[in-house]
T-cell receptor, first 121, second 111 residues
Framework: GAVVSQHPSWVICKSGTSVKIECRSL??????MFWYRQFPKQSLMLMAT?????????EQGVEKDKFLINHASLTLSTLTVTSAHPEDSSFYIC????FGQGAVFSYNEQFFGPGTRLTVL | SQQGEEDPQALSIQEGENATMNCSYK?????LQWYRQNSGRGLVHLIL?????REKHSGRLRVTLDTSKKSSSLLITASRAADTASYFC???????????FGKGTKLSVIP
């Protein structure tokens, strides 16, 4: 199966600093990637869709100026949490669909990164 | 996007028993997928069932899909302690790759 990596796997930072999280598709190209946030004991909530070569689209209630997304290449998307605060502490997970079977939605399987645990002090 | 519902929220069983988790959703879907997540870790893809399929098997896993009721179930047979994890359903709507996740079921398998 396709592999998606994330870096770092965990990060601790001070309030007010910015943190960058990388999401890479290792053995396939990903024109689209998704960023999720998961608070403790809760489910994953989609934050935004990262599109290579165009602006990201954000879900309702997600501040685009706070969560900057850059899809720099066909294998890399980055999420930068700017001016992080303790309430931003969460588990951030990215995913990418593998279009290896063609752009057939019903066959879509998404591949998830291992996640990044962010703790803001 | 509207989050799916899963029940039960938590399930505790003895090793060797079967575990059944249910998922309901509110939109038309392309497919529905089930994932496992061990505590504090990433997601592991278990199985994908397409909207035109009614049942699918993979090892000890059996997934059903009833599009008329907008519901799916995941059955794990002969459970093992290693099956202890949270299980999430996730589905994508028509013409979309975005996944909406259910709230999850936390399964505990007691040795």
């Amino acid at each position: 199966g396709a592999v998606v990596s994330q870096h770092p796997s965990w990060v601790i930072c001070k309030s007010g600093t910015s943190v960058k999280i990388e999401c890479r598709s290792l053995d396939f190209q990903a024109t689209t990637m998704f960023w999720y946030r998961q608070f403790p004991k809760q489910s994953l909530m989609l934050m935004a869709t990262s599109n290579e070569g165009s602006k990201a689209t954000y879900e309702q209630g997600v501040e685009k100026d706070k969560f900057l997304i850059n899809h720099a290449s066909l294998t890399l998307s980055t999420l930068t949490v700017t001016s992080a605060h303790p309430e931003d502490s969460s588990f951030y997970i990215c995913s990418a669909p593998n279009f290896g079977q063609g752009a057939v939605f019903s066959y879509n399987e998404q591949f998830f990164g291992p996640g990044t645990r962010l703790t803001v002090l | 996007s509207q989050q799916g519902e899963e029940d039960p929220q938590a399930l505790s069983i003895q090793e060797g028993e079967n575990a059944t988790m249910n998922c309901s959703y509110k939109t038309s879907i392309n497919n529905l997928q089930w994932y496992r997540q061990n505590s504090g870790r990433g997601l592991v893809h278990l199985i994908l069932i397409r909207s035109n399929e009614r049942e699918k098997h993979s090892g000890r896993l059996r997934v059903t899909l009833d599009t008329s009721k907008k519901s799916s179930s995941l059955l794990i047979t002969a459970s093992r302690a290693a099956d202890t994890a949270s299980y999430f359903c996730a589905y994508s709507g028509a013409g979309s790759y975005q996944l909406t996740f259910g709230k999850g079921t936390k399964l505990s398998v007691i040795p």
